[in-house]
């Protein structure tokens, strides 16, 4: 089953509805995500008439003011390309609930932001709460998890480096897109999870595809699989009903990192940390076109190969 969250014209609040083909039949008086998998898993629900998917505007399929956690490094093949050691236990950031939005929303490109990039990460919302009481297995998640979509980790890359910590380059408004779809887990999903495809490929002003400016990668490449990334959160606090925990990105952004040779010239140099920053990101600025501009559009999409997963196509405008 896959869900999909809207607004109606003549509804006060957000709709969520089950998506069949071209159709979305709205779920009638099931307006959170606690109701929303109570209802899913008692099989107890009502809908109203269907609606053609395409006239409707998808919504971030969760609550308002939920906590987002995102995964950091939990992909080789990007902990590679960053140069950066594969980590031995979880890393986490959050990013603020005022950055979601629609997966068909415009992404805002701040005034004092000059390096944007993008990172496609397979998501989770949490259906009920979970506690340190719960020990989440590849068996039991569809007891604890709604289901699983698509999120694109927006950063501003200039920020992220210079601040020191990920949060603030992270965490403006519209850079967390969020769905379209919401694919239920059930046995069947939960068998695919290991060996699902990331796809990312942004297209410029004029809609051509950029050769680079993609990522492609499986969640065969993931670290820490959703089972340890859940348990390794609610060691030390509850989750609860719509909290999203986003699991990390392939490789493919466009963040570089300075070769080891000149990592060293700089500390021979005794160069300081921060002026050794401040002339990376100038030789990115320079030399690195790989980040979006304004008027390019993002898609993203995340399935299995045998069409069973389909988490629908974010497709996002740089604005």
């Known amino acids: 089953m896959k869900l999909i969250k809207f607004q109606q014209e003549a509804s006060v609040y957000p709709t969520y509805g089950i998506v069949e083909g071209d159709s979305v039949l709205p779920i009638e008086n099931r307006h959170t995500v606690s109701e929303l998998f109570t209802t899913i898993r008692e099989e107890r629900f009502t809908t109203a008439a269907g609606i053609v998917v395409d006239e409707i505007k998808p919504l971030p399929p969760t609550d308002e003011n939920v906590h987002l956690f995102c995964a950091g490094l939990n992909y080789r093949d990007h902990a590679e390309e960053v140069r950066l050691p594969i980590p031995e236990s979880p890393i986490f950031f959050t990013k603020a609930p005022g950055a979601l939005c629609g997966s068909h929303d415009d992404i805002v490109y701040p005034v ?175 030399n690195n076109n790989n980040y979006l501009i304004r008027g390019d559009t993002i898609s993203a999409r995340i399935f299995s190969d045998d069409g069973i997963v389909d988490l629908g196509e974010q497709r996002n405008r740089v604005r």
């Open 112 to 286: 004092s932001v000059s390096l944007l990039d993008y990172e496609i990460e397979l998501s989770v919302i949490i259906g009920k709460r979970i506690s340190h009481n719960d020990t989440i297995t590849g068996m039991n998640l569809p007891e604890y998890v709604l289901g699983i979509t698509i999120m694109n980790d927006i950063s501003a890359r200039d920020i992220q480096l210079l601040s020191g910590q990920w949060f603030l380059g992270k965490t403006y408004r519209t850079f967390a897109p969020l769905g379209p779809f919401v694919q239920v887990l059930d046995d069947e999903i939960c068998e695919r999870l290991s060996n699902l495809t990331l796809e990312l490929q942004v297209f410029g002003p004029d809609g051509t595809p950029y050769e680079k400016k993609r990522q492609r990668g499986t969640t065969k490449n993931m670290v820490f699989a959703l089972p340890e990334l859940i348990n390794c959160l609610t060691e030390k606090f509850d989750l609860r009903p719509g909290d999203v925990i986003a699991t990390g990105t392939p490789g493919g952004v466009a963040l570089t990192q300075p070769s080891r040779l000149k990592m060293r010239l700089a500390e021979i140099l005794g160069i300081p940390q921060r002026k050794r920053i401040e002339l990376f990101l100038e030789g990115e600025r320079k």
